[in-house]
């Protein structure tokens, strides 16, 4: 990896940005679905600060519990305060502790990457709600923890409603979908929202982000069995349904649904399909119809034909070069390059790199609201 870190180095000459570093991560075994998102957040700006500040204050606290967080944080400092500026670190401790935490991800077997990010989030969630708790339960507690009324689903104790923190995991992933059903014999409508820290879309061949968008918020009719109780009529109703977005998040993650059931071969197979996700994003299916831009900083890839195998790369944006992590190694790729991971127009093509998980970034503070 010396080598190809020296060739990064003189691919970036004197516009390497100063104090970033860009290391590659070592695989052990299966793990590139571990590696690919790790990279992904750690060219997250916003997330990376606010781990590393936390890290720092927890470093000051003294010897805490060793957790998926304080592993996670560990290793981003470990790679923000290497002397060298690239070459390869062993993401070892995190993965030991996510294989001791999640029987999931103890087999040697092929891992998904979306349910690795998906775990995480929330089990880092939880983790700091835990200490939140934890400072609540000690007298003379200072000023109150925030609080916010849209929590994770998650946020039952014992039973029990509480109202949910809003920690810095949620200040930047969670945003708000509300769902909206009109009964179509007295007109009422009943909404209901709930949180996100992803959205998973359907996908179509030659189709785009925004496309598969519309059809995530298209209206779908529900009537013969699918009928909806309506509350105020007090039966069951013919109903119109939609789902829109109440409250877009400060880093859109996006997952395209690109592994499905086939009934007919009882089995899942992976759809190559060519879906275009643009470097700019407007998103326009919120409650407010503002449109909100998003840019993107980070593709996690599927490579492979199956959903059984394969491999994870990731594409990363920092300081307006994109960069190609796979596990131990880092290349400079071209913007252009992106759109090579769109997917295949026909069904059977040799190109099997394929985009899985966006990120995207929201540009302007207008919706940096926490």
């Known amino acids: ?98 294989k001791k935490q999640n029987e999931l991800f103890r087999s040697y077997m092929h891992q998904d990457a979306h349910e690795f990010l998906n775990f995480l989030l929330n089990e880092l969630v939880d983790i700091l709600e835990k200490e939140a708790q934890a400072v609540k339960s000690e007298p003379e507690t200072s000023s109150p923890p925030e609080k916010t009324a849209n929590g994770p689903k998650h946020a039952q104790a014992n039973g029990v409603s509480k109202e949910p923190l809003v920690t810095w995991v949620h200040k930047n992933f969670q945003g708000i979908l509300t769902n909206e059903t009109r009964c179509l014999q007295c007109e009422t409508v009943t909404a209901r929202d ?105 593709v996690v890839v599927h490579v492979g034909s199956g959903p059984n195998h394969g491999h994870y790369v990731s594409l990363v944006k920092s300081h307006n070069h994109w960069l190609f992590f796979d596990d131990e190694n880092v290349e400079m790729i071209d913007e252009s390059a992106v759109q090579t991971f769109f997917g295949s127009a026909q069904e059977y093509s040799s190109n099997t790199d394929h985009g899985y998980i966006l990120f995207y970034e929201s540009i302007g503070a207008s919706n940096n609201k926490s």
């Open 194 to 298: 709930e949180t996100f820290f992803d959205l998973s879309l359907d996908i179509e061949q030659n189709s785009s982000i925004t496309s598969c968008l519309k059809n995530f918020s298209s209206t779908e009719t529900l009537n013969a069995e699918d009928k909806f109780f309506c509350d105020k009529c007090c039966s069951l109703q013919e109903a119109q349904k939609r789902m829109k977005i109440k409250k877009p998040p400060h880093i859109l993650v996006i997952h395209l649904k690109r592994f499905k059931y086939i009934e007919q071969l009882g089995r899942y197979k992976k759809l190559s399909y060519r879906v275009v996700f643009p470097l700019e994003l407007k998103l326009s299916n919120t409650v407010e119809d503002a449109d909100i831009e998003y840019s993107l900083f980070a």
């Open 1 to 98: 990896m010396g080598a190809a870190g020296s060739k990064l180095e003189k691919a970036l000459g004197d516009q390497f940005p100063e104090g970033e570093r860009y290391f590659g991560l070592e695989n052990f075994g299966n793990t590139c679905y571990c590696n690919s998102v790790l990279q992904a957040l750690y060219f997250c700006a916003p997330f990376r600060e606010q781990l590393l500040e936390y890290y720092a204050n927890s470093k000051n606290i003294g010897d805490a519990e060793e957790n998926l967080l304080t592993c996670l944080a560990d290793l981003f400092s470990q790679i923000s305060s290497q002397k060298k500026k690239t070459g390869v670190i062993a993401p070892k401790r995190f993965v030991q502790r996510l």
